[in-house]
């Protein structure tokens, strides 16, 4: 009797991609347009195609799971990040310019449900949780980097008006499920702008007050 050479059930044929693959494939896709808690492992089982048993020889449990989710995506966050830089590493304000229009083109996408990693901190308020634990850390990055970034461009105080950076773009990406700006990258780039100016033009808030005019003579 010849061997049967039929695919096991959840077995990838010759060129597809493996287990893993195919379950972080479906959990990245069902996590983000549901939401992480609405998904069960049983639809993430059912959808990539592969066997129970074969799940949870890949992933020990959800958290397992959701945690390897949080890392790729974070993985292919800084990808886009350090693409779109490097294309323009002579000029930081430039560099930043083009972050901001991506952060639009993302946001204005027909597929997007907000940003992943403020959804996961959302979802599980657990400060251990491993999600969470992946996401704090894209976002403490994500503040380095601006920080890093506006002390390039020649900001007075790059770590204030990082933060002011990160607080935009963080609003943009909350609020852009409801957001009803036809131009947002346009919208972002000049707030961006508003916060940076040159060192020679910047002037401390205490330095802000106006000086009394002098007393006439006489």
């Not at 974070?74 to 930043?96: H, K, Y």
């Not at 991506?102 to 403020?118: T, W």
């Not at 503040?143 to 950076?165: D, I, M």
């Amino acid at each position: 009797m010849a061997p049967d050479r039929r695919p096991r059930r959840g077995a990838p044929r010759k060129g597809e991609p493996g287990a893993r693959e195919r379950i972080l494939a479906a959990a990245s896709r069902l996590f983000y347009q549901e939401g992480i808690r609405a998904v069960g492992v049983d639809t993430v089982i059912a959808e990539s195609g592969v066997a129970k048993a074969s799940f949870y020889r890949t992933f020990q449990s959800k958290d397992a799971l959701i945690e390897a989710f949080v890392t790729e995506r974070d993985r292919l966050f800084w990808l886009w990040w350090d693409n779109t830089v490097d294309e323009r590493s002579d000029d930081p304000l430039a560099m930043l310019d083009a972050l901001l229009a991506g952060v639009a083109r993302q946001i204005e996408h027909p597929d997007y449900r907000g940003c992943p990693f403020l959804n996961t901190a959302t979802e599980f308020p657990d400060n251990t949780h491993p999600g969470r634990i992946v996401a704090r850390a894209n976002k403490d990055e994500l503040r380095r980097r601006l920080t890093e970034l506006c002390t390039r461009v020649g900001v007075a105080n790059p770590e204030h008006v990082g933060a002011q950076l990160f607080l935009l773009i963080n609003g943009a990406y909350a609020a852009g499920q409801m957001a009803s700006d036809s131009d947002l990258s346009s919208t972002l780039v000049s707030a961006a702008h508003n916060l940076i100016s040159p060192p020679s033009t910047s002037v401390a808030p205490s330095q802000q007050r106006r000086k009394a005019p002098p007393r006439s003579k006489g």
